[in-house]
């Protein structure tokens, strides 16, 4: 009896030797939407994390000492690979070794892969039996729980009540019910659309299945009891090539490789530093644990967070792994209910493992090794979002809580700053020109210049105006045919009208006559429609039809050519400028420029690396404004501008014209994320709204009531024909299925004058809270460092190495 009596409780300790430690932080909602700031077709993805403030109780840093981590060492962190599974392989492809219950002492296994698989020594309980609980918050003072009651009662329609801890002295809450788990899970996913962190509370145990001999083992060691002990009911089996069966174990088994390092443990074939766990859990399915130090873990979290392919830049790369070991620190134990610390998606943090790290976010994690972003001293809760349209958001206007270092703040430099490391400046002197009709002259005769034109230093309106001398317009034709590569034309002292000056053009640019060959007398009444074209010579009609017809000879207002007048300085050059810009025969270059430097021109290569020209310090310089290219004394290249530029004999840029980037300026332009619109039918939002919104009938409008401090919608009315309802905060953008809650609204009306589909026109990804990861990018690229970058997105926040 007595040796019985050892048998079942050595049983017992290895039965619940996997109960991790409890911490304060309580598990947080399950993200849906992108946070990581991956390559394009890889959408960026976004943590939502309730921010949760650590106990006033808590230590100042310090590990967590249950688990046998002094201070000042790296801490081993658990990463759930797998919650329920039915089968999978492990596997080396050096020995692989394995150890039960302490995993201190391992054994080799004659196999380099073997299957695991659950089994049941007794059955589970029936689900319809189990009474489930849900918790909301915890750690809080009794003040702070009020609040969160106040909240919860009005945003949703769930009775709860105060909750006190003993062991934390802490608050909480929990709801006044108790529910099947699909019940309960489902009450989970509703609280957590309204903002609020709520977790499973699992049935109690029976007091029969206690005993004092298993309470003494367990509490013994570096574990704490989340739970009441009770007899095993399941194992993990071990199968070897061809099904036989190697082992079996109530307790957890871990397996790792003699040479991790060289040699790494492999789960389903992907391989992954430091140990695999397997266990079977109280659902009778397998959850898989990879166990390493934290840096390791960084390593395979940051690669995934912000693509080092797609935005590769050292600085931004060190801020996100900064803020994904602070997060992974803060958040450790939030799921220790269920033997792990966090998932690998985006609940948590997306961990690929060890074949997803790359050596440049590998360098950004080594060097700011055991570094981490504290507030007051204590690590703060990095939440991080892929692309925050231009501004990030206070915390309370999506998660229903203030905290002091998760303020909106804007995704760019100081002001004054934003823009001075990439401007381009020129010497030049800008033409004096006031008359708007001259205005895009400008472009073009710069353009004439720097192809050797005879041109006056400094043009002006009445220059323009002049008439234009034979001689001058001799020149400019003999300049044509240069560059056409033809015999400059035979001319008269009547070049300067129209119609002579038709020809002679057509015949600088092509050799001869083309219109004469390619048009017949039909086709050239047919062009030139002008109400004056019967002033215009016999010999010089097809001539001017055609160039009229492709808009190189321009007409008057009132629809005249006035051909038995002299052609101004000004038509004449704008007819020559845009024929030959026609036949590409100013040399001009198109790109689209990455961020500038202090007179460089840098362009996005196809492949390869991106080319940098040097921009000479006279160059001509033309920027659009609204629907005109304008001449100005300096340009600013933030990345993402459409460019047309020429090139001296020298290599220098001498001519460079530039059009905004669609994205703006604002650190985060790089997101194909910027900006995004989408179109919702009144019937798909009806559906998608049902949940939120019930009992206000059939949906006819809606009404944005508040905006947050980044002009978020933190509050919008849902109409129907029975009544309204209000979304608020962080549920808006889950409730309406978007990428952002940064949006205006734009409807659409059917042929009664009802509203039958909403356009929403917005930027960002994600929940606007905390770093904007492709503004971490945007802001590295203006040359901040990545503490000036963490300072940027967490305000007062210092940054901390642990160890």
Request: proline share 5%.
């Amino acid at each position: 009896m007595r040796s019985s009596l050892v048998s079942n409780a050595i049983v017992l300790v290895l039965a619940f030797s996997l109960c991790p430690v409890v911490h304060p932080q309580q598990p947080t909602r399950e993200e849906t939407r992108p946070r990581r700031a991956q390559a394009l077709k890889q959408p960026a993805t976004t943590v939502l994390e309730q921010p949760w403030k650590t106990p006033s109780t808590q230590p100042v840093i310090s590990l967590d000492t249950t688990r046998n981590e002094p201070a000042g060492s790296e801490p081993l962190i658990r990463i759930a690979l797998a919650t329920d599974a039915r089968t999978g392989s492990i596997s080396s492809n050096g020995k692989l070794m394995n150890s039960t219950a302490t995993g201190t002492t391992f054994t080799a296994l004659e196999a380099t892969r073997v299957r695991v698989e659950p089994r049941l020594l007794s059955p589970l309980a029936a689900s319809a039996n189990e009474s489930y609980g849900v918790a909301i918050d915890s750690g809080l003072s009794r003040s702070e729980a009020e609040q969160k009651l106040r909240e919860l009662k009005n945003a949703t329609d769930e009775d709860a009540r105060l909750i006190y801890d003993s062991q934390t002295t802490t608050w909480g809450l929990a709801i006044n019910k108790s529910a099947s788990r699909e019940e309960a899970e489902a009450l989970i996913e509703r609280l957590s659309d309204a903002g609020f962190d709520a977790s499973l509370v699992p049935p109690k145990v029976s007091p029969q299945s206690e005993t004092r001999a298993s309470n003494e083992a367990l509490t013994s060691g570096n574990l704490r009891l989340i739970s009441k002990p009770s007899l095993p009911t399941r194992e993990v089996v071990a199968f070897g090539p061809s099904s036989t069966r190697l082992f079996s174990s109530s307790a957890p088994v871990v397996f790792t490789s003699e040479e991790e390092a060289k040699t790494p443990v492999r789960y389903n074939d992907r391989p992954y530093r430091g140990r695999i766990e397997v266990f079977t859990n109280t659902r009778g399915t397998l959850t898989v644990v990879n166990v390493l130090g934290l840096e390791d873990y960084v390593r395979g979290v940051v690669a995934n967070e912000l693509s080092p392919g797609s935005y590769p830049a050292l600085d931004a790369l060190k801020a996100q792994a900064i803020a994904a070991r602070t997060y992974a620190l803060r958040n450790r134990g939030q799921f220790s209910a269920r033997g792990f610390d966090l998932l690998p998606t985006t609940r948590s943090q997306v961990y690929r493992g060890l074949t997803s790290e790359n050596p440049l976010s590998t360098r950004a994690v080594d060097e700011t090794r055991g570094m981490i972003a504290t507030y007051n001293g204590e690590p703060i809760n990095a939440l991080y979002t892929s692309t925050c349209g231009g501004r990030t958001e206070d915390s309370e206007n999506i998660f229903n809580q203030p905290v002091a270092y998760l303020r909106g703040r804007e995704c760019a430099l100081e002001i004054q700053q934003t823009l001075a490391s990439f401007t381009l400046q020129t010497t030049r002197e800008l033409p004096d020109v006031r008359e708007e009709k001259h205005v895009s002259l400008t472009r073009e005769l710069a353009l004439l210049r720097l192809q050797g034109f005879s041109l006056a230093s400094r043009v002006s309106d009445s220059w323009l105006e002049s008439e234009a001398p034979v001689s001058e317009v001799r020149s400019w034709l003999a300049s044509v045919a240069r560059l056409s590569r033809q015999m400059a034309p035979a001319v008269t002292e009547e070049v300067n009208r129209p119609g002579p000056f038709a020809t002679a053009l057509s015949s600088a640019v092509y050799g001869e006559s083309r219109a004469d060959v390619l048009l017949n007398s039909a086709d050239v009444e047919y062009f030139l429609a002008i109400r004056d074209a019967a002033d215009v010579p016999i010999n010089n009609r097809a001539d001017v039809s055609v160039l009229v017809r492709d808009g190189y000879l321009s007409v008057y207002p009132d629809a005249t050519l006035r051909p038995r007048q002299p052609l101004s300085r000004a038509r004449a050059l704008h007819a020559i400028a845009r024929i030959l810009e026609a036949r590409a025969l100013l040399q001009l270059q198109k790109g689209t420029a990455r961020p500038g430097r202090a007179g460089e021109l840098i362009l996005r290569a196809r492949r390869g690396k991106d080319q940098t020209i040097r921009v000479s310090s006279d160059a001509f310089l033309f920027r659009q404004i609204g629907d005109g290219m304008y001449p100005v004394r300096s340009v600013v290249l933030v990345g993402g501008e459409s460019v047309v530029f020429h090139t001296a004999i020298t290599g220098e840029v001498d001519y460079l014209e530039v059009r905004p980037a669609p994205n703006g300026a604002a650190a985060e332009r790089f997101s194909p994320f910027t900006n995004w619109s989408t179109e919702i039918s009144l019937g798909q939002l009806q559906r998608r709204l049902a949940r939120a919104t019930r009992g206000i009938g059939p949906l006819t409008d809606l009404r944005v009531v508040g905006r947050g401090t980044s002009r978020r919608v933190t509050d919008l009315e849902v109409i129907g024909t029975n009544g309204t309802a209000h979304i608020r905060n962080g549920r808006i953008r889950s409730a309406l299925g978007l990428r952002e809650q940064l949006f205006v609204i734009d409807r659409r009306y059917d042929d009664d004058g009802r509203v039958s589909s909403f356009s929403f026109a917005g930027r960002g990804w994600g929940h606007g809270v905390g770093m904007c990861q492709v503004g971490a990018y945007g802001l590295a690229k203006q040359g901040l460092t990545y503490e000036q970058i963490l300072k940027t997105y967490y305000t007062g926040i210092e940054i901390t190495r642990l160890y």
